[in-house]
C-alpha cells in the first residue's frame, strides 16, 4: 500500500475511468465567481461577479515598503523589544518543530461566534466555552493591512505571515516594487522574498502543508511561489487573467512553481484539493472532470518522477492506509477544485482537516532535525464570503478540533503552534440578545423600529438583505433556522467582501511569549524563525 501502485499508473492514464465522487465547489467563491466567464478568446478578464484584476489596480504604494528590508527591519524592531520583556528572557527552549494553523478569513467575531456555537451543540448556552487555541498562554492582534491595500487579500497576506514581507494585494512571493500583472518584474529572483519554508529546507528540517482549498491557492502558495497574480494558477490561468499582455511563456505558473522549483519541488507533504491545476485538458481526473492545463503537461507525473518512494493519495482511505515510516514524501489531491466545507462532503471520500493534519505530521515527525508545516483551515473565508455562518463557524471548529490533534501528536517543549488568520470578514454579532440565546438565530430579545426580530449574526456586505417592496425588512422566522440560510447584509453586494480588523494570533510552546501585542503581520514568520533557529535574521542559536 506504500506505493498506491494503482494509484501511480493511473498518474499517466486517466482518460478513459468513471468514478463516483463529484467535487463541486462552483457556489463556493473561486476564481469564476470572482470574476466571471472567459470572453476574446480567454485572453480577456473574466466579467460575472467582479473584475478581480481591478483588485491589484490603481492602488498607492508607499515607496519605502517596496523594499523588503523595510519590514525586516520593523520585525526585528518588533522582536527585540520582546525579548527586552522579562518573559524573554526565561524561556531558552529552541522549537525544533513549527506548526503554524491558518483560518482564512477567520475574524475575531468568527472566533467568538464559533466558540459559541460549540458549547450550543453541547447543550449548553455556549458562550462559556473555548476553542482549543483559545487555551494558549500567549496571544496577540495581526495588523493585516498591505503594502498597497487597507484591506488584504489572501495573496498579499501570505506573503507577510510566511515570508516576512508586505508586498501589494493579489501579488505572492514578491516585494511591492513589481506592478500589477508584471510577469517580467515577478520572474526576477531579484525582487523574490523567500519563505520560512525555504528557511528550514535550508537547515535540513522535512516542510509541508495542508489546505482545504487548493495546492495552488493564494494561502498555501506564500510558501513557495513568486507570482504577480495569484490567479496564475495553471497555464491557461495565465492567458485568463493575464490582461492580453501575459502568457505562460513570460510567466511561469504556480502549479509549475510548486513541482519544478524550489521550494515547492522539496515539499515532503502537500495535502488538499486542486487537482485540476496539474493535469492537461486532455485528461479526466478521478473525480470525472477535465485537467486545466493546455501544454499538455502532467505535473503529477512528473511529481512522481522526482519522488521515487512517494505516495499520491485521492480519497480518505487511501491517506489513511498511508504508512509514514515507509514512505519519502506525500501528496494529496481530494478533489477537482477546493474540498467541500465539512458539512457537505462524504465522509467516506473527503479527509477531514483533523485526518489531513494527523498524517502530516506523522510524515513529517521522521526528520530529527524537525519540521515546518502551514496547515490552512481554508474554507472559513468561502463560509463568510457567502454569508453562510453556519458553515464558516462549523469550518472554524473543524480547525479548533485539528489543533487539539496537533496537540496530542507533539512534545511542546519544542514544538511551537501558533494559529492566526490572514484577514477579517465583516461579520457582526449584533443587539443585546441573552445567554443561551441561538447564535445562528434571531435576537429574542429585540426587534428594529417596526417591531421586527432581527438575526444575531449579520454581514456589512452581501447578497440577501430580505427586504419587502416597500423596503421595509421581512420578518426571519421561517427562514433563518435552514443550514443554507444567508445571513443579512446591509450592502448589497454580488458576493461578502473582507474585513480590514485586526486578526488574532495564539500561540503555545517554545518562545510563545513572542506572539504577544500589536505586531505586523510581516512579522510572524520572523518570530518563528527565532524559535526555530532558522532564516539569516536574528535566532535564539544566534544571539
Not at 95 to 117: E, H, P, Q, Y
Not at 405 to 422: F, W, Y
Not at 480 to 490: G, L, V, W
Not at 513 to 527: A, E, K, Y
Amino acid at each position: 500500500m506504500a506505493r498506491f501502485a494503482a494509484a501511480s499508473l493511473l498518474l499517466s492514464v486517466l482518460v478513459t475511468s468513471s468514478w463516483s465522487l463529484s467535487i463541486d465547489m462552483n457556489r463556493v467563491h473561486n476564481q469564476e465567481q470572482l470574476v466571471g466567464s472567459a470572453s476574446e478568446a480567454g485572453k480577456s478578464r473574466l466579467s460575472y461577479d467582479f473584475d478581480a484584476n481591478s483588485l491589484g489596480r490603481n492602488k498607492y504604494t508607499p515607496p519605502e515598503e517596496m523594499n523588503a528590508q523595510f519590514w525586516y527591519d520593523i520585525a526585528d524592531e518588533e522582536l527585540t523589544k520582546r525579548l527586552e520583556l522579562p518573559t524573554g528572557k526565561i524561556d531558552k527552549r529552541k522549537a525544533k518543530n513549527v506548526i503554524m494553523f491558518l483560518g482564512d478569513g477567520m475574524s475575531l467575531s468568527t472566533v467568538a461566534a464559533a466558540r459559541i456555537r460549540k458549547g450550543q451543540l453541547k447543550g449548553n448556552t455556549g458562550e462559556e466555552d473555548s476553542l482549543s487555541f483559545e487555551k494558549f498562554p500567549y496571544s496577540g492582534l495581526s495588523r493585516t493591512y498591505c503594502s498597497n491595500a487597507q484591506v488584504a487579500d489572501s495573496a498579499c497576506t501570505a506573503t507577510a505571515y510566511l515570508c516576512g514581507v508586505k508586498t501589494n494585494i493579489v501579488a505572492l512571493g514578491i516585494t511591492s516594487a513589481v506592478t500589477f500583472n508584471n510577469c517580467s518584474g515577478s520572474e526576477d529572483p531579484a525582487n523574490h522574498v523567500s519563505s520560512i519554508a525555504a528557511w528550514s529546507q535550508a537547515e535540513g528540517k522535512s516542510t509541508g502543508f495542508v489546505t482545504t482549498t487548493t495546492l495552488t491557492h493564494a494561502s498555501p502558495s506564500g510558501s513557495y511561489a513568486h507570482t504577480t497574480n495569484r490567479f496564475f494558477e495553471s497555464d491557461t490561468d495565465i492567458v485568463t487573467y493575464g490582461d492580453g499582455i501575459n502568457d505562460p511563456a513570460t510567466c511561469t505558473d504556480i502549479a509549475t512553481q510548486l513541482i519544478t522549483q524550489e521550494p515547492g519541488k522539496n515539499f515532503d507533504v502537500m495535502l488538499g484539493g486542486g487537482i485540476g491545476k496539474f493535469l492537461p485538458n486532455t485528461i479526466t481526473d478521478p473525480f470525472g472532470k477535465q485537467g486545466e492545463r493546455s501544454d499538455g503537461v502532467n505535473l503529477l507525473s512528473k511529481w512522481q518522477s522526482l519522488h521515487e518512494g512517494g505516495v499520491w493519495a485521492y480519497n480518505r482511505k487511501q491517506l489513511l492506509s498511508v504508512n509514514a515510516s515507509k514512505i519519502t514524501s506525500l501528496i494529496g489531491t481530494f478533489g477537482s477544485g477546493t474540498m467541500n466545507f465539512h458539512m457537505d462532503a462524504d465522509p467516506t471520500q473527503e479527509p477531514t482537516l483533523t485526518e489531513l493534519t494527523t498524517k502530516a505530521i506523522e510524515v513529517l515527525s521522521k526528520n530529527e532535525k524537525g519540521f515546518f508545516v502551514f496547515i490552512e483551515a481554508g474554507l472559513i473565508d468561502y463560509g463568510n464570503h457567502f454569508n453562510n455562518p453556519s458553515r464558516s463557524l462549523d469550518e472554524t471548529n473543524e480547525l479548533s478540533k485539528a489543533v487539539e490533534a496537533a496537540l496530542g501528536l507533539v512534545n511542546l517543549n519544542e514544538t511551537l503552534i501558533v494559529v492566526t488568520s490572514d484577514h477579517a470578514h465583516p461579520l457582526s454579532i449584533s443587539g443585546y440578545p441573552g445567554r443561551g440565546s441561538p447564535i445562528l438565530g434571531l435576537n429574542p430579545h429585540d426587534t428594529d423600529v417596526n417591531g421586527v426580530k432581527y438575526a444575531t449574526l449579520n454581514y456589512a456586505v452581501g447578497t440577501n438583505q430580505y427586504l419587502d417592496e416597500t423596503g421595509e425588512r421581512i420578518d426571519l422566522t421561517e427562514l433563518i433556522d435552514e443550514a443554507d440560510f444567508i445571513h443579512p447584509s446591509y450592502i448589497h453586494g454580488t458576493i461578502g467582501v473582507h474585513a480590514g480588523d485586526d486578526v488574532g494570533v495564539f500561540a503555545i510552546g517554545p518562545q510563545s511569549h513572542l506572539f504577544t501585542g500589536v505586531m505586523q503581520q510581516s512579522s510572524i514568520p520572523h518570530f518563528m524563525a527565532y524559535a526555530s533557529c532558522v532564516g539569516n535574521g536574528k535566532t535564539l542559536c544566534n544571539t
